[in-house]
């Protein structure tokens, strides 16, 4: 029975930890607070009120895996929300200009920060130090120090849900297409996986993909009837839409392109990297740009759901987003990590901030509380490498190690010729 288990949550339940944090937090939560955590209501406000902090943390993981720190992304956020709110007030723009506005905006500043880094040569960590001085200022200063509402149909990405259509059948109808569609892929991925098991004679037996699929599924299905029965005009967050995509999105180029490789690459081994033919400066030139393009996305969902953009956005959401991906899995010294722990490592904050605010705890508490998870979280990991053991947060959920990802970009370098000047005296 043990042995089927470690199959069946891929190799041990120890390398789910994050998950398993999630779970008990969750359940201990709606005991304590008799029976509050789990309502449609709050799950939404969960969702709603750290999907930027999230967004963040999915830039966050791929500037860490690379070796990299970026404190400027609160800032940057803040920065771009007012430049919107100010646009669609005095230029009297439609929302999505707004947003392809902020999302160019946002990729101006990353890619003068990845300047800074990849092609000057100056750390991260200095950098987007800088900028963190640089864009509050600069926010203040566009702003004036003063609130700029944000019109309403601009606020529905960072607090309108999907619509209802069609007959009624208990759910809100998207919510329930949304889960249905995910329940499908998912076992649809499942037999897909036997058919190519049965060509290449793998280890997994079929009972265990199934039972993992079937496990899903669940989940899933809870999900979409906790979302899809809540009071009339709400279901699954539009924010949340937001964060499954990128979810999705940036798992597949962290795991499925050369690029992502290549990011794990230079992380676990710069000068291996370099000698395999990586660009190192294109690798950080990009996971500069992102981060900050994401985090503009961030703030213009914080503004949306707040209703207006003001000096005080952003004010420690780099040390949030930071948290969450060292809770998630990623290794300090980089090369290590993965997109969905480093969201999971962001909902188990969430949760942990929703139910003490629900029990009651004052912030002086819960900022304590939250840093002791953090620390504990990371000494644990660092505990199991100290005693030989495979890492339960590094390989959380797949994630690869660094002698992996060397090998990987090893084995594409012949499709990716080094640069010019790119050697490995320089890596």
Same mark, same amino acid.
């Given at each position: 029975?043990?042995?089927?288990?470690?199959?069946?949550?891929?190799?041990?339940?120890?390398?789910?930890?994050?998950?398993?944090?999630?779970?008990?937090?969750?359940?201990?939560?709606?005991?304590?607070?008799?029976?509050?955590?789990?309502?449609?209501?709050?799950?939404?406000?969960?969702?709603?009120?750290?999907?930027?902090?999230?967004?963040?943390?999915?830039?966050?993981?791929?500037?860490?895996?690379?070796?990299?720190?970026?404190?400027?992304?609160?800032?940057?956020?803040?920065?771009?929300?007012?430049?919107?709110?100010?646009?669609?007030?005095?230029?009297?723009?439609?929302?999505?200009?707004?947003?392809?506005?902020?999302?160019?905006?946002?990729?101006?500043?990353?890619?003068?920060?990845?300047?800074?880094?990849?092609?000057?040569?100056?750390?991260?960590?200095?950098?987007?130090?800088?900028?963190?001085?640089?864009?509050?200022?600069?926010?203040?200063?566009?702003?004036?120090?003063?609130?700029?509402?944000?019109?309403?149909?601009?606020?529905?990405?960072?607090?309108?849900?999907?619509?209802?259509?069609?007959?009624?059948?208990?759910?809100?109808?998207?919510?329930?297409?949304?889960?249905?569609?995910?329940?499908?892929?998912?076992?649809?991925?499942?037999?897909?996986?036997?058919?190519?098991?049965?060509?290449?004679?793998?280890?997994?037996?079929?009972?265990?993909?199934?039972?993992?699929?079937? !496990?899903?599924? %669940? +989940?899933?299905?809870?999900?979409?009837? =906790?979302? *899809?029965? &809540?009071?009339?005009? $709400?279901?699954?967050?539009?924010?949340?839409?937001?964060?499954?995509?990128?979810?999705?999105?940036?798992?597949?180029?962290?795991?499925?392109?050369?690029?992502?490789?290549?990011?794990?690459?230079?992380?676990?081994?710069?000068?291996?990297?370099?000698?395999?033919?990586?660009?190192?400066?294109?690798?950080?030139?990009?996971?500069?740009?992102?981060?900050?393009?994401?985090?503009?996305?961030?703030?213009?969902?914080?503004?949306?759901?707040?209703?207006?953009?003001?000096?005080?956005?952003?004010?420690?959401?780099?040390?949030?987003?930071?948290?969450?991906?060292?809770?998630?899995?990623?290794?300090?010294?980089?090369?290590?990590?993965?997109?969905?722990?480093?969201?999971?490592?962001? !909902?188990?904050? %969430? +949760?942990?901030?929703?139910?003490?605010? =629900?029990? *009651?705890? &004052?912030?002086?508490? $819960?900022?304590?509380?939250?840093?002791?998870?953090?620390?504990?979280?990371?000494?644990?990991?660092?505990?199991?490498?100290?005693?030989?053991?495979?890492?339960?947060?590094?390989?959380?959920?797949?994630?690869?190690?660094?002698?992996?990802?060397?090998?990987?970009?090893?084995?594409?370098?012949?499709?990716?010729?080094?640069?010019?000047?790119?050697?490995?005296?320089?890596?």
């Amino acid at each position: 029975m043990t042995s089927y288990l470690k199959q069946v949550f891929g190799g041990g339940v120890r390398q789910f930890g994050m998950v398993i944090a999630l779970v008990v937090l969750t359940l201990y939560f709606q005991v304590k607070t008799g029976g509050k955590v789990l309502t449609p209501t709050n799950a939404q406000n969960i969702i709603n009120g750290n999907s930027y902090i999230l967004i963040l943390a999915i830039g966050m993981v791929l500037v860490i895996i690379a070796g990299h720190i970026d404190l400027s992304v609160g800032s940057v956020a803040a920065a771009v929300g007012i430049i919107v709110a100010i646009a669609m007030r005095d230029w009297n723009i439609p929302w999505w200009v707004g947003i392809l506005l902020g999302l160019v905006v946002g990729l101006v500043i990353g890619a003068w920060q990845g300047t800074w880094v990849a092609y000057v040569g100056i750390p991260g960590f200095i950098t987007t130090l800088a900028g963190m001085l640089i864009f509050r200022g600069l926010n203040q200063l566009i702003g004036k120090n003063n609130s700029v509402p944000v019109p309403d149909s601009f606020q529905k990405i960072g607090s309108g849900y999907l619509p209802e259509w069609g007959p009624s059948t208990g759910l809100n109808n998207s919510t329930l297409l949304l889960g249905l569609i995910a329940i499908a892929w998912v076992l649809w991925s499942a037999f897909r996986q036997i058919s190519k098991s049965k060509d290449l004679d793998a280890t997994t037996p079929a009972p265990v993909i199934i039972t993992r699929a079937v !496990l899903i599924s %669940a +989940v899933i299905a809870y999900l979409t009837y =906790l979302f *899809g029965s &809540g009071r009339s005009g $709400t279901s699954f967050p539009i924010s949340g839409c937001i964060l499954v995509f990128l979810v999705l999105v940036y798992s597949f180029v962290a795991n499925r392109t050369i690029t992502g490789r290549h990011v794990y690459a230079v992380g676990g081994n710069r000068s291996a990297a370099a000698l395999s033919g990586v660009n190192i400066k294109h690798v950080n030139f990009f996971v500069m740009a992102n981060m900050s393009m994401l985090a503009a996305l961030a703030g213009m969902v914080f503004v949306a759901r707040s209703t207006s953009s003001g000096p005080s956005d952003g004010v420690g959401w780099e040390l949030d987003a930071i948290a969450a991906v060292f809770i998630g899995g990623a290794a300090v010294s980089g090369g290590v990590g993965t997109v969905l722990g480093s969201v999971i490592g962001g !909902l188990v904050m %969430a +949760v942990l901030n929703n139910g003490l605010a =629900l029990q *009651g705890v &004052g912030s002086d508490w $819960t900022q304590i509380i939250k840093g002791l998870v953090l620390l504990l979280a990371v000494a644990f990991d660092v505990y199991n490498k100290v005693q030989g053991r495979p890492s339960i947060i590094g390989t959380l959920l797949r994630g690869k190690s660094r002698r992996e990802a060397s090998l990987e970009a090893a084995e594409d370098s012949a499709s990716v010729p080094v640069s010019a000047g790119e050697t490995a005296a320089k890596g």
